[in-house]
């Protein structure tokens, strides 16, 4: 079973950063692709940015890049999204979601299906960020 810790959100003036951590338990945390989604209220849960199991490979979506960094230290079973540049249209509740079918089901991230919701089974509770203008 694999469980998923956010950590880091808060509120902040637009234009300042955040850092967002996820802390995964279980064994499958390093065969896993990781992502970040964010969800606000009245709105779909979209996919924000996600790393491949060795951390070579990086995706965001278009809202965010050149401002959202994600990386993870696989030593300590952390998975991070560094926001800078924080607009107030980045609010949300921002989870962390890992992607483990088993040794066979193609775990690591798909270019292009990384930032959706299906692709992950496995999702953290959840850590508020609110940007003020």
């Known amino acids: 079973q694999v469980q998923l810790v956010e950590s880091g959100g808060g509120s902040v003036q637009a234009g300042g950063s955040l850092r967002l951590s996820c802390v995964a338990s279980?064994?499958?945390?390093?065969?896993?692709?990781m992502a970040w989604f964010r969800q606000a209220p009245g709105k779909e849960r979209e996919g924000v940015a996600a790393?491949?199991?060795?951390?070579?490979?990086?995706y965001y979506t278009d809202s965010v890049k050149g401002r959202f960094a994600i990386s993870r230290d696989n030593a300590k079973n952390t998975v991070y999204l560094q926001m800078n540049s924080l607009k107030p249209e980045d609010s949300a509740m921002y989870y962390c979601?890992?992607?483990?079918?088993?040794?066979?089901?193609?775990?690591?991230?798909?270019?292009?299906?990384?930032?959706?919701?299906?692709?992950?089974?496995?999702w953290g509770q959840g850590t508020q960020v609110t940007v003020s203008s």
């Open positions: 790393i491949s199991t060795g951390g070579g490979s990086a």
């Open positions: 279980g064994n499958t945390y390093l065969r896993s692709c």
């Open positions: 979601a890992s992607k483990y079918w088993g040794p066979y089901g193609g775990s690591d991230c798909s270019p292009i299906a990384f930032a959706k919701r299906s692709e992950y089974n496995y």
